[in-house]
C-alpha cells in the first residue's frame, strides 16, 4: 500500500537536443494542453467562487445590494458579528466541533473493529457482512437521514410507541429533535451508519498487508491480542489511520444536509446548526450573505488547518513528490 | 485462527455479527417495510409488512412528481458524469505521465480544493447563476456538479494511469503510433476499471447531491430527486409511506451503482484515497 504515489520521470528513450525544436516545444505543451479544461473548470467554479465568497465576507450584501448590484465595503464588521456574543461560541462551534470528535472517533472505531471481525469470519458471512455495510454505504444521506427522522419521529416513530408500550415513556411523549444533545445523538447514529462502512472496507484491505509472521511471532512471545493490535497491527497501519481518520473528520466538519434536513435544522431552531447551516441559513434563507460568507470563510479555515495537516501526512509518507 | 476459537469466542463472534448486521440493515429494512405498507401511518404498525401494496409508489411516482424528478436527476447524472469522466482523464494522465514544472503545486491545489466546504462554494455560486439566470437550469447544475466532482476525480484515476506500465506504451510507438493512438488503443482499455470506479462515485455524488439543488432549484418542473422528498412532509402530517417508497426509489441505483462497480470500488478507493 505504502507504494509511491508516482513514479519518477522515466528517461527520455532519445535525446531531446537531438529532436527538432518543434517537437520538442509541443511536447512541453502536452500537459498543459491535456490540464486546461478540467484546469479551467476548476479555476472558474471552485477557486474563483473562493476568492469572491472572501470578498463578500468584507462587503454589506443583503437584498439590497442584490438589487442594485453595488456592496458596500465594510472592512471586518461581518467577523465581529459572527465571533462577538455568545451564539458562536456556546452554540455553534460546540455543535460542529463535540459533533465531528464524537463522530470521527466512532466511525474510526466502528470501522477498525467490523475490519478487525471480518478477518476472523468465514468467507459467507464476511460476503454478508460487507454486502450489508456496502448497502449501508450505498443508502443517499439525504434518504438516509429521512428514514432516521421516521424512525425517531416524536409522534408516530417506533422509537416514541415502542417506548411507551414498554411504559418507559410518558404518554405525551418526548420532542428528541428539539434538545440538542438528542438531537445530535440522532445525527451521530445516521453519519456513523452512513461512514463506518467506507472505513471498515479500507482497514481491512490494509490489514492484509500486516505479515502473519509478526502475530505468530508476538503470539509465541506471549501478546495477548489487544498487546497484538497496539504493538503491530496500529504501527503498521499507521498511514491508514491517518488518511481514514483526517478524511472523516473533513466530512463531518462540513456535514450539511444531514443537520439541515432534520426538523429545526433547516432554519426555525438555531440551537442545532453548526457552523455550515448557520452560514447557509444567513445568507440562502435571510438574505445575509455578507454575513454568511464570513461564517462561511471561518469554516474554510477551519477545514484547511486540517487538510494541510492531510498533505502533510502524505508528504512524510515520502509518497508525494 | 477460525478453527481453534472457542466456543466462547464462536458466541461472541456469533453476538457482534448480528449486532452489526442489525444496526447497519435495519434503517434499509425499516424503509422498504414502510413503503410497501399500507399501516405506514405508524412506526409500530410498519414495522411488520401485514397490509402489502405497491400505493405508496404509484402516489410517489405520479402525485408526488418522482416521474419528473427522476427524470432530472438522471439527465443530470448522466451528463455530469460523461464529462467529469472525460476531462478527469485528460487530467490524470498529464499528472500521471508528465514531468513539468508546477506539477507538484497543481497536485497540492487538487487534495486542497477536494476540501472546500459546499457551504462556502453555494454562496458565490448562488449569486453568480442568479446574475446569468441560470437558476432553475439543469445546465447549470451539471457545470458545478463536474467541478465538484473533478479534483477526486483527477486524484483517483491518477493512481490507475500511473499503474499502467510505460513499456507498453513504448511498445506502441515503437508500432509507430501516434500520442492519440496511443493513448486510444493502449491507455484507455487498461485504465477501463478506474474509469468504472471513478464514474460510480461521480454518479453517486450527482444522483444524490442536495446543497446545491436546494439553492437553485425552485420550480417544481426542474427539481432532482435529492429535494424532491422534502415534498412528502406536510403542514400537519406527513407522508411517510410515500416518503419511504421515493427513498427506496432513489437509492436502488445508487446500490445497482455500488454492487456493479464493488470490486473496481475497493481497489479505486484504496488507490485513491490510501495510496
Not at chain 2, 469522466?85 to 506539477?103: E, H, P, T, Y
Request: net charge positive.
Amino acid at each position: 500500500m505504502a507504494t509511491s504515489l508516482d513514479e519518477p520521470a522515466a528517461p527520455a528513450r532519445v535525446d531531446p537536443a537531438a529532436r527538432p525544436r518543434r517537437v520538442r516545444r509541443s511536447r512541453a505543451a502536452r500537459p498543459w494542453l491535456l490540464l486546461a479544461g478540467p484546469l479551467l473548470v476548476i479555476a472558474g467554479l471552485l477557486l474563483y467562487p473562493i476568492v469572491r465568497v472572501t470578498v463578500l465576507s468584507f462587503q454589506r450584501y443583503g437584498l439590497k445590494e442584490v438589487i442594485s448590484g453595488k456592496p458596500e465595503f465594510i472592512g471586518l464588521d461581518n467577523y465581529r458579528e459572527a465571533l462577538s456574543g455568545d451564539y458562536l461560541w456556546k452554540t455553534v462551534l460546540p455543535n460542529t466541533v463535540v459533533f465531528a470528535a464524537v463522530a470521527v472517533a466512532g466511525t474510526v472505531v466502528l470501522g477498525t473493529l467490523v475490519a478487525l471481525l471480518l478477518q476472523h469470519l468465514g468467507p459467507r458471512l464476511r460476503a454478508l457482512v460487507i454486502g450489508s455495510a456496502l448497502v449501508a454505504w450505498a443508502l443517499p444521506a439525504v434518504t438516509g437521514t429521512y428514514v432516521w427522522v421516521w424512525i425517531f419521529d416524536p409522534d408516530s416513530g417506533i422509537v416514541r410507541r415502542t417506548l411507551i408500550a414498554l411504559g418507559m415513556l410518558d404518554p405525551e411523549g418526548f420532542n428528541w429533535f428539539t434538545d440538542r444533545l438528542s438531537f445530535y445523538a440522532i445525527a451521530v447514529l445516521n453519519v456513523i451508519h452512513h461512514g463506518y462502512p467506507f472505513i471498515a472496507i479500507t482497514i481491512f484491505a490494509g490489514l492484509s498487508t500486516v505479515p502473519e509472521e509478526l502475530h505468530e511471532a508476538a503470539k509465541l512471545d506471549g501478546a495477548n491480542a489487544w498487546r497484538r493490535f497496539w504493538s503491530i497491527t496500529v504501527p503498521l497501519m499507521r498511514p491508514v489511520f491517518a488518511v481514514v481518520t483526517i478524511l472523516s473528520t473533513i466530512w463531518d466538519f462540513k456535514v450539511f444536509a444531514q443537520i439541515y434536513l432534520m426538523p429545526g435544522g433547516d432554519g426555525s431552531n438555531p440551537d442545532v446548526f453548526n457552523l455550515g447551516v448557520w452560514s447557509y441559513v444567513s445568507s440562502i434563507n435571510q438574505n445575509k450573505y455578507g454575513l454568511g460568507s464570513a461564517i462561511a470563510v471561518l469554516l474554510t479555515l477551519v477545514l484547511l488547518v486540517i487538510t494541510m495537516i492531510y498533505v502533510r501526512a502524505l508528504f512524510r509518507e515520502d509518497e508525494l513528490q | 485462527m477460525t478453527r481453534r476459537s472457542s466456543p466462547a469466542a464462536r458466541i461472541g463472534k456469533a453476538v457482534a455479527v448480528t449486532a452489526l448486521l442489525a444496526f447497519t440493515l435495519f434503517p434499509i429494512y425499516f424503509m422498504l417495510s414502510t413503503a410497501f405498507n399500507a399501516r405506514a401511518a405508524s412506526g409500530t404498525d410498519a414495522l411488520l409488512p401485514t397490509h402489502w401494496t405497491f400505493e405508496h409508489f404509484t402516489t410517489a411516482l405520479t402525485d408526488g412528481h418522482f416521474t419528473t424528478y427522476m427524470t432530472n436527476s438522471a439527465i443530470v447524472t448522466v451528463v455530469t458524469v460523461l464529462v467529469s469522466c472525460g476531462l478527469a482523464l485528460l487530467g490524470a494522465v498529464a499528472m500521471a505521465r508528465f514531468q513539468f514544472s508546477l506539477r507538484t503545486t497543481v497536485l497540492v491545489m487538487i487534495l486542497v480544493v477536494q476540501m472546500l466546504p459546499a457551504e462556502a462554494l453555494v454562496i458565490p455560486l448562488f449569486l453568480q447563476m442568479k446574475d446569468l439566470r441560470m437558476l432553475n437550469s439543469l445546465g447549470g447544475l451539471v457545470l458545478v456538479y463536474v467541478a465538484f466532482s473533478l479534483p477526486f476525480a483527477i486524484w483517483n484515476l491518477r493512481g490507475f494511469v500511473a499503474a499502467v506500465p510505460r513499456e507498453l506504451e513504448e511498445a506502441a510507438y515503437l508500432d509507430g503510433c501516434g500520442w492519440w493512438q496511443m493513448f486510444r488503443r493502449v491507455l484507455l482499455p487498461l485504465v477501463w476499471p478506474g474509469l468504472v470506479a471513478t464514474s460510480a462515485f461521480t454518479f453517486v455524488m450527482a444522483w444524490e447531491e442536495f446543497t446545491f439543488a436546494r439553492t437553485f432549484l425552485n420550480n417544481e418542473e426542474r427539481m432532482t430527486v435529492g429535494i424532491g422528498l422534502q415534498h412528502f412532509f406536510g403542514q400537519n402530517v406527513n407522508d411517510w409511506g410515500g416518503l419511504m417508497a421515493a427513498s427506496t426509489m432513489v437509492t436502488i441505483p445508487v446500490v445497482i451503482v455500488f454492487v456493479l462497480a464493488q470490486r473496481r470500488l475497493g481497489s479505486g478507493l484504496v488507490s485513491g484515497a490510501v495510496k
